[in-house]
Nanobody
Framework: QVQLVESGGGSVQTGGSLRLSCEVS????????MGWFRQGPGTEREGVVV???????CYGDSVKGRFTISKDNAKNVLYLQMNNLSPDDTAMYFC????????????????WGQGTQVTVSS
């Protein structure tokens, strides 16, 4: 059974940083394009960033230059380094696979984690 388990969320002040992790089981980070999505209060889920099997990335406009996605295929872990956070980044963050770029999207068959909450205060 495929499982994606996020961790690393928390509460920070504006300008702070967090690093999210997504541990993947019964699935391989090397075999599929993986991504991070988020859903803020009263908003629709939006794509944040996707990384392909070859390591190519595509970022949402709102996080370019501040967020960095990476993965450790040996450990089957996906990461999201988030810097210079603002209150607009407050959301539940979800790990997902498989995903796609251009535009960032999921599929009907995409697996999702349970999410980790990120709260940024001003």
């Amino acid at each position: 059974q495929v499982q994606l388990v996020e961790s690393g969320g928390g509460s920070v002040q504006t300008g702070g940083s967090l690093r999210l992790s997504c541990e993947v089981s019964a699935y391989t980070t090397s075999g599929y394009s993986m991504g991070w999505f988020r859903q803020g209060p009263g908003t629709e889920r939006e794509g944040v960033v996707v990384i392909s099997t070859e390591g190519d990335t595509c970022y949402g406009d709102s996080v370019k230059g501040r967020f960095t996605i990476s993965k450790d295929n040996a450990k089957n872990v996906l990461y999201l380094q988030m810097n210079n956070l603002s209150p607009d980044d407050t959301a539940m963050y979800f790990c997902a696979a498989p995903t796609a770029c251009l535009p960032i999207k999921s599929f009907g068959r995409t697996y999702w984690g349970q999410g980790t909450q990120v709260t940024v205060s001003s």
